[in-house]
T-cell receptor
């Protein structure tokens, strides 16, 4: 069963525009949600996790248990934000399940 | 930060041969490592969980006899693709969770191994 859904394969915005990358999940337990980012020709790296409730590189994500969502937001996109973004869920067995990814393209 | 390495980064082999991919945690110990497969422009698909000192656990649909996993030490897990065929061509990525106080800290990913089977 699909645990993590990212409905947008590609999201293009202009520099300075707000951006929201959508992520919905399904899991009966108490999952932990993450956003990972993969810049061009680099390895996957952690961007943020919901339990930290922190802002990294201007990005924030709030876990909405009622809507089972964990959307990633940034008020003013920068060109260097262009990358692949993956939403991930860690289940109660420490396994990670990734969404299909959203490619963010920030245009100058 | 914690580093996970993979070797080789790229391998091309003939159909029918076996290929071994190594995953190492360089500055921390990992009793568990995960192996993923990523098809072009698709997400990472969890293949199996490598457990130090015990058998690997495989996700549904992943052939354990095809993808042999050995967690040789607390810093090394190997994935062997046996009798590789062109459909096994893919990008294989490992990850290792770093524990902090007995609780999983975060996952650190290797750079991946590009396997091409001719």
């Amino acid at each position: 069963a699909q645990r993590v859904t990212q409905p947008e394969k590609l999201l293009s915005v202009f520099k300075g525009a707000p951006v929201e990358l959508k992520c919905n999940y399904s899991y009966s337990g108490s999952p932990e949600l993450f956003w990972y980012v993969q810049y061009s020709r680099q390895r996957l790296q952690l961007l943020l996790r919901h339990i930290s409730r922190e802002s990294i590189k201007g990005f924030t994500a709030d876990l909405n248990k009622g809507e089972t969502s964990f959307h990633l937001k940034k008020p003013f996109a920068q060109e260097e934000d262009s990358a692949m973004y993956y939403c991930a869920l860690r289940d109660n067995f420490n396994k990670f399940y990734f969404g299909s990814g959203t490619k963010l393209n920030v245009k100058p | 930060g914690a580093v996970v390495s993979q070797h080789p980064s790229r391998v091309i082999c003939k159909s029918g041969t076996s290929v071994k991919i190594e995953c190492r945690s360089l500055d921390f110990q990992a009793t568990t490592m995960f192996w993923y497969r990523q098809f072009p422009k698709q997400s990472l698909m969890l293949m199996a969980t490598s457990n130090e000192g015990s058998k690997a656990t495989y996700e549904q649909g992943v052939e354990k006899d095809k993808f042999l996993i050995n967690h040789a030490s607390l810093t090394l897990s190997t994935l062997t693709v046996t009798s590789a065929h062109p459909e096994d061509s893919s990008f294989y990525i490992c990850s290792a969770p770093r524990l902090a106080g007995g609780v999983t800290d975060t996952q650190y990913f290797g750079p991946g191994t590009r396997l091409t089977v001719l």
